[in-house]
């Protein structure tokens, strides 16, 4: 569940900046920086179905000074809504992502920010407020829901492994190469990579351990 909503003055973009912006901002969730195969497919195709990018043109922009110049840069105000469990995890990357989607419409346009025009809100939905398919649902039921495919995949041994010097979230199925930074936990004996801290907090909860 990622909801982006990209607000701009009307008429200020137009429909190749947004589908620039739009194709940016869905590759770089669904795939982050680690490109194609960070996750196995089943992961990826129902992440696809949960993550959507919209725009809002709004009329009658003022800023303090005024209105925005028609010929200059336009004011971008963009919201991403995910569940309060991952806000933490996903707001660095999330604000940079929309940062570098702006600036590629900007260098296509020619155009240069001045600073205080572009505004980026990550908001967290807590649990029970978040409705998935119009019902009252949690992070972790999110993220069993985005997951089911590679979870059955899993529990039927069909699952592919993971390539060689990873390890595999077992929440979510995403590769995670070990290492500095990287966030794991030991469990029977095992050392378990996980791709966020939401799905570690989830795995602990599940398992009954500590985050550490």
Do not use: N
């Not at 901002?25 to 129902?46: H, I, M, N, Q």
């Not at 979230?169 to 791709?195: N, Q």
């Amino acid at each position: 569940m990622i909801l982006i909503e990209i607000a701009h003055p009307a008429g200020a973009l137009r429909e190749e900046d947004r589908r620039l912006v739009a194709e940016r901002l869905v590759g770089a969730f669904l795939t982050g920086d680690s490109g194609p195969g960070s996750a196995p497919e089943a992961t990826l195709r129902r992440a696809a179905t949960m993550t959507h990018v919209a725009f809002r043109e709004l009329y009658g922009w003022h800023r303090g000074d005024g209105p925005p110049d028609p010929g200059a840069a336009p004011p971008v105000i963009a919201s991403v809504t995910v569940p309060e469990a991952w806000r933490e995890d996903v707001a660095p990357y999330a604000i940079g992502v929309l940062r570098s989607a702006v600036r590629q419409v900007d260098t296509a346009r020619a155009w240069e920010r001045r600073g205080g025009d572009l505004w980026v809100t990550v908001r967290g939905v807590p649990d029970g407020s978040i409705g998935l398919d119009g019902r009252p649902a949690t992070a972790d039921g999110v993220l069993a829901h985005m997951t089911e495919e590679f979870r059955a995949a899993q529990a039927a041994g069909t699952a592919p492994p993971p390539p060689d010097g990873t390890l595999l979230d077992p929440v979510c199925g995403m590769y995670v190469r070990p290492g500095k930074g990287s966030i794991t936990l030991d469990h029977d004996g095992e050392t378990v990579g996980f791709c966020s801290r939401g799905c570690r907090d989830s795995y602990a909860r599940e398992h009954g351990l500590a985050p550490a």
